[in-house]
């Protein structure tokens, strides 16, 4: 285990960070001091405005997603179906709206807050695999659209700093994005094939 990430860490091209974070944690300090965390074991990336998938394709640039075009390191937290959150970590240069979804999270800290803010998820597999499931047991909401990851108290990742290694990693196409094109098929979706806390697994062929 080593310790917290610092901005240096999360600069650089969205696929690489994708990878380099699986197995670190991301952690989670509520307000009266508790700790949440869990080991991030699924993500996906977003490589910008050439992204069919992205939220900035085409230099698109809003007030939901104007924390992308922030510097790396910065958490992106925004709402879909008008009830679920997902987390992403800001990537690149300042101005390069790329980023990293964090789609799982195998949970190792705080698993007690996390099961009050999930009461339906009957195994701990449940409690975080999926991007808005990790959201509701961290407690993340738009509150934290914003926030540094490198400075900040409540919000942050720690622990392993390099990829994990390459024969536990699988590389395939992203969840959700059939609208995006050719794009829907690109490789970009990590996991760690050995975690019972990955969203979905690809079938054996």
């Known amino acids: 285990m080593t310790g917290r990430w610092t901005k240096e860490h999360f600069g650089g ?18 307000a009266d001091g508790s700790r949440l965390a869990g080991r991030i074991v699924e993500t996906e990336a977003y490589l910008g405005v050439m992204d069919r998938a992205a939220h900035a394709f085409g230099g698109r640039r809003t007030a939901r997603n104007e924390t992308m075009y922030a510097a790396a390191g910065t958490s992106y937290v925004y709402l879909i179906y008008g009830m679920y959150h997902c987390f992403n970590v800001v990537c690149g240069e300042l101005d390069e ?4 979804l964090i789609r799982a999270l195998e949970p190792v800290e705080g698993l007690v807050q996390m099961q009050q803010a999930r009461p339906r ?5 449940d409690l975080c695999s ?6 509701q047991a961290l407690r ?14 409540a919000i942050y990742v720690e622990g392993a700093q390099g990829p994990p290694a390459a024969s536990r990693v ?4 992203r969840i959700g994005v059939d609208y ?4 829907a098929a690109r490789p970009l979706r990590y996991y760690l094939h050995d975690s ?9 062929s």
Request: charged share 25%; glycine share 10%.
């Open 140 to 153: 993340i909401d738009r509150s934290l659209d914003g926030a540094c990851l490198a400075s900040g108290e």
């Open 170 to 173: 699988v590389r395939c196409a």
């Open 130 to 135: 999926g991007p808005g499931k990790l959201c």
């Open 180 to 183: 995006a094109g050719s794009w």
């Open 97 to 100: 709206p790329t980023a990293v």
């Open 196 to 204: 019972d806390h990955v969203s979905k697994k690809l079938r054996p």
């Open 13 to 30: 091209a969205a696929e690489p960070l994708a990878e380099r974070l699986l197995g670190a944690s991301l952690v989670r300090v509520l």
């Open 121 to 125: 998820a009957r195994r701990q597999r």
